[in-house]
């Protein structure tokens, strides 16, 4: 019998941490660790070295003197008087505006042409096919600058509705007035106005009115109420139903809840609509919706439409046609298949995707400067950095804002997508 | 325009603020041309002929600059940047010089670190409407809608005119003067406001000119000069004399037709021969060769030809000289002495 020898002692040698794959892969990750940190070290140096040979410091009391300014579309209090900080906060909500605008006219777009595309009828979905083909391959910019200039070379300017013989006339009964600097809307004014604002007569002889922020919480909040009571309606009948295999009619229900309320508190405001007229060089009163709102507005729904449309296919094409089929044999309508049984499932497959058209389309926001729209980019990030010569601070305060803005909104999109998945059991 | 954007920020300031720090004479020479910042093309003042060879009279400051350097008036790249770009070009790096009708003020200098290296044209901001409007002045033009270029001190002076008159207006932001100039033809703003040298120039491309006038009011003062970075005084020296020189030649007579002769042999008066390199050592003392000016004033003319030949009453845009006459004309234009 001879005696066993000893396993050879493991000892670690150095060439071990190229050549034994155990050690292989922490050698690599601490390498690009220390390149890493060296190449932030070597950025953030050099800006400091040379943000001090060009004798600038870096802080950001510029957003606190004035701006002097001014803003054509704001949805806040603002002049030229205010701050550069105010001024951001204008730019800050006209991209929220024209964001929250666009994800909804895109995504209204994008499932009506998704579905569409599938549909039997040959001409419709060649037409589908032409719409997505189109938008999504041009660029953007394109779209945007050809909306902006079709708004502002082919419509006529207000002068044009004056006097007795004017060669244009407004729309919907003197409501509507679609002009070359955009479209004026009528808005909503209220004679008993809450909100405390001075009330003032839109045309002299007219009764005075006001629109202020409490007067359209006090709208909002009881439409929301009214909503929520229609739910209560939808959830009491769908107990019934269980229980009775009886469903009862509640559509007029709802319709009620839907319209008197807020009907009612509209009476009680004074609601009176208040129509634009032309005044001097322009048409005052009413809503004015810029040529460069309604061209950014319009084209990133129609470019991000294209996109989603096609993610919308996607979604339906990825459920099974033993779903529709079986839908059919348990004697579902055809109509209703869609909306109860294949949207649903469609859903878990669109709205990944779905959640970075919406990222984009808010990021794509920013090409607002062609038609010189006035978001965060124009106002924080170009005349208030042109104005103070703060470069850094600004696009870094920019970048933290559309930063900040895509985390929350793929959040909020992250937390719809887990309530429509699959509950695996 | 997320993250990327931050880090491509710091990298592009870290990169090209690096380059700026270095003599900028030195970089020029061993980059063979100059970059100069011009506008995206205002007729007269800076745009590209039909052969895309950079004409008007800030381009002949360029121009002129390049020649007392290299001795070549060609040795330019042209940069076009907007209002808004203008300011980060320059002090970036990206350009070593901004001749592109800037206006001169505390802030500029001081603030945003920049050296005015003098005044090339004296310019005040104007009002263009067309002439159907019926408006004689500025003082009714309440509710008007302005086209206004973004990131200039026209947009501030306009903000404080419309405020102190107290009548209200609708800015139009625009990005260039082709855009600004589109947007006014289609009738999309009232006005079309800049400095008026800048509103004639432009209306002299229009294809009816005489439907258009410019309002008498002029609400404020712009005087227009080429800018350099703040903190390279040899640059700054080079760029600012380069000016007086051309101003200096038609002070004294020396045009681009006598200069030749002038400068062959020295002549009886000291100044022009002191200019021309002739006699003494002020090339030497700039860094540059004793017929500095010479190249430079041969480039294009002196100013007064420079302003004749581009903007002058004989060419489309027909401006005055006005402000701009010589010193001794009764203008403000006016060199110190080359001694």
């Known amino acids: ?425 | 325009m997320k993250k990327t954007v931050f880090f491509g920020a710091l990298t592009v300031a870290g990169l090209t603020a690096g380059m700026a720090s270095a003599a900028t004479l030195d970089d020029v020479k061993a980059r063979g041309s100059l970059n100069c910042g011009v506008t995206t093309g205002l007729v007269g003042f800076a745009a590209p002929d039909a052969e895309g060879v950079w004409e008007g009279f800030d381009v002949g400051v360029c121009r002129a600059v390049a020649a007392a350097i290299f001795g070549d008036p060609t040795a330019v790249e042209f940069v076009p940047t907007t209002g808004q770009t203008r300011f980060t070009a320059l002090a970036s790096g990206e350009i070593d010089l901004l001749a592109r009708n800037t206006t001169w003020t505390m802030s500029r200098d001081v603030d945003l670190k920049f050296e005015f290296v003098g005044v090339n044209y004296y310019d005040g901001q104007g009002f263009l409407v067309p002439k159907a409007l019926g408006v004689t002045s500025a003082k009714e033009l309440d509710g008007a809608t302005v086209c206004i270029q973004t990131g200039t001190t026209t947009e501030l002076n306009l903000a404080d005119f419309f405020r102190v008159n107290d009548i209200s207006y609708e800015p139009v932001p625009i990005e260039t003067n082709a855009e600004g100039q589109q947007q006014y033809l289609a009738g999309a703003c009232d006005v079309y406001t800049t400095d008026a040298s800048g509103l004639a120039a432009t209306r002299a491309t229009f294809e009816n000119p005489a439907d258009h006038v410019l309002l008498p009011e002029i609400i404020s003062k712009e005087p227009l000069g080429p800018l350099v970075r703040h903190g390279d005084n040899e640059w700054g020296d080079i760029a600012r004399w380069t000016l007086n020189a051309l101003i200096t030649a038609e002070e004294l007579g020396v045009t681009s037709e006598n200069i030749e002769e002038l400068a062959a042999t020295p002549g009886n008066n000291p100044e022009v021969n002191r200019l021309l390199g002739t006699e003494g050592e002020l090339g030497a003392q700039l860094g540059l060769d004793a017929d500095w000016a010479k190249n430079a004033i041969a480039a294009g003319g002196n100013y007064g030809e420079l302003f004749d030949n581009n903007i002058g009453e004989n060419t489309s845009i027909g401006l005055a000289r006005g402000l701009n006459a010589q010193w001794t004309d009764g203008g403000l234009i006016y060199s110190p002495p080359f001694r």
Request: contains cysteine.
């Open chain 1, 1 to 425: 019998m001879s005696t066993l020898t000893d396993p050879p002692k493991p000892g670690f040698r150095l060439s071990q941490l190229i050549y034994d794959t155990r050690y292989r892969s922490i050698t690599i990750q601490v390498i690009a660790l220390a390149l890493i940190v060296a190449a932030f070290w070597w950025l953030g140096n050099n800006t400091v070295n040379n943000l001090n040979a060009l004798g600038k410091d870096f802080n950001f009391g510029f957003l606190n003197s004035a701006a002097g300014y001014d803003i054509n579309q704001k949805l806040i209090e603002y002049n030229n008087q205010m701050s550069h900080g105010r001024a951001a906060l204008v730019g800050i909500l006209n991209t929220l505006l024209v964001a929250f605008l666009g994800c909804i006219a895109a995504l209204i777009i994008g499932v009506f042409v998704g579905v569409l595309r599938l549909s039997k009828n040959w001409v419709v979905s060649k037409l589908m096919a032409v719409y997505v083909e189109g938008f999504r391959n041009v660029p953007l910019l394109i779209w945007i600058l050809l909306i902006g200039a079709v708004m502002s070379e082919s419509m006529p300017q207000p002068r044009e509705f004056r006097g007795e013989n004017a060669t244009q006339s407004m729309y919907f009964s003197d409501n509507v007035a679609v002009t070359n600097r955009g479209i004026w809307i009528p808005r909503i004014g209220f004679t008993n106005s809450v909100s405390g604002e001075e009330a003032v007569a839109p045309v002299e002889g007219a009764a005075a009115v006001a629109s202020g922020g409490l007067d359209w919480l006090l709208v909002l909040g009881t439409l929301g109420l009214s909503l929520f009571a229609m739910r209560l309606v939808r959830q009491r009948a769908d107990r019934i139903q269980q229980a009775t295999g009886e469903r009862p009619t509640t559509w007029y229900q709802r319709l009620g809840l839907l319209i008197i309320p807020v009907g009612i508190v509209l009476f009680l405001l004074g609601a009176t609509i208040v129509s634009p007229y032309l005044k001097g060089f322009n048409f005052t009163e009413g809503i004015h919706l810029r040529n460069s709102l309604i061209a950014l507005w319009f084209a990133l729904s129609l470019y991000t439409g294209a996109f989603i449309a096609e993610i919308v296919r996607a979604g339906i094409l990825a459920v099974s046609k033993g779903q529709s089929e079986a839908a059919a044999a348990l004697g579902i309508q055809p109509s209703r298949t869609m909306n109860l049984v294949i949207l649903p499932q469609a859903m878990r497959v669109i709205i990944p995707p779905l959640i970075s058209q919406f990222l984009n389309l808010t990021k794509n926001s920013s090409l607002a400067i062609a038609v010189g729209y006035m978001d965060v980019r124009a106002t924080l990030g170009g005349i208030t950095i042109n104005q103070t010569g703060r470069e850094l601070e600004g696009m870094l305060l920019m970048g933290a804002f559309y930063l900040a803005l895509s985390l929350v909104i793929s959040g909020g999109m992250n937390y719809y997508n887990r309530s429509t998945q699959l509950a695996e059991r």
